[in-house]
């Protein structure tokens, strides 16, 4: 579960797409053998996780081949850049880059995508595709890396405790 409350994201569907966002990007056998994903820089895997011990900012650690084909500074529960941190950090005041500050940054992407009330109202598979250019594990974005299906990510939310729209 992520570290913030229902009350302070929106809902509990909107800590089910957290989870499930986690769950794409790191898979439960990382957020496992982690900080539930919090301490997770990119390129890790379960059996050799690379995590960082400091919240107080970014790892901004740059990993590349011939660990991952593209060089990249993604870390934590959600993969973010670490320019993209910079930004957020100043405009959402946040003191760190600590699990709550994860999730709010992780909101506010949402929210830029306008994906809330999708999430909130059960509508996650337009809501998954929404927020694809974010999140580079979700279906829909061309950036070429793997892609998770999103029935295997609808389970995942519900899993978490999402509820779905009536059909």
Known sequence: MPEITPQKAGGANICAFLDMIAHSELGHALLDSSDNGYNVIVGSTASHPILFDDYND????LIGPPI??????????YQLLHRYFEAYKVQLNLPDFGPLSQDVIAIQQIKERHAIDLINNGHIAQAIYACSNIWASLPG???GQHQNQAAALISAYQAAGGKLAAA
């Open 141 to 143: 974005n061309n950036y």
């Open 58 to 61: 970014h790892p901004n650690r």
């Open 68 to 77: 991952i084909p593209v060089a990249s500074t993604a870390a934590g529960r």
